[in-house]
Nanobody, 114 residues
Framework: QVQLVESGGGLVQAGGSLRLSCANS????????MGWYRQAPGNQRELVAR???????NYADSVKGRFTISRDNAKNTVYLQMNSLKPEDTGLYYC????????WGQGTQVTVSS
């Protein structure tokens, strides 16, 4: 059974930083590409960062240079370091495989105040 548990969100002022974590179980983590997805109010969920099974990374243009995705295969965990946060980064953040499984966690809320 796939389980994805995100944590680390919070309320932060513009320019601040947060580090998100996602613990995985039920998937063979080390052979999967993993992604962080964001759903802003009124918008569809979008992929903002991706890391391959060999740790190649890709980012949406909106977060490039500010966000860093990483993974720890020994801990079945993927991270998202978010720096220089902007109000438009506000949303629910989820992790999943890329492409995503049908199972989603509860997400972690990130709110950036101006």
């Amino acid at each position: 059974q796939v389980q994805l548990v995100e944590s680390g969100g919070g309320l932060v002022q513009a320019g601040g930083s947060l580090r998100l974590s996602c613990a995985n179980s039920g998937i063979i983590f080390r052979i999967n590409n993993m992604g962080w997805y964001r759903q802003a109010p009124g918008n569809q969920r979008e992929l903002v960062a991706r890391i391959s099974r060999v740790a190649t990374t890709n980012y949406a243009d909106s977060v490039k240079g500010r966000f860093t995705i990483s993974r720890d295969n020994a801990k079945n965990t993927v991270y998202l370091q978010m720096n220089s946060l902007k109000p438009e980064d506000t949303g629910l953040y989820y992790c999943n495989t890329d492409p995503p499984t049908p199972v989603w966690g509860q997400g972690t809320q990130v709110t950036v105040s101006s």
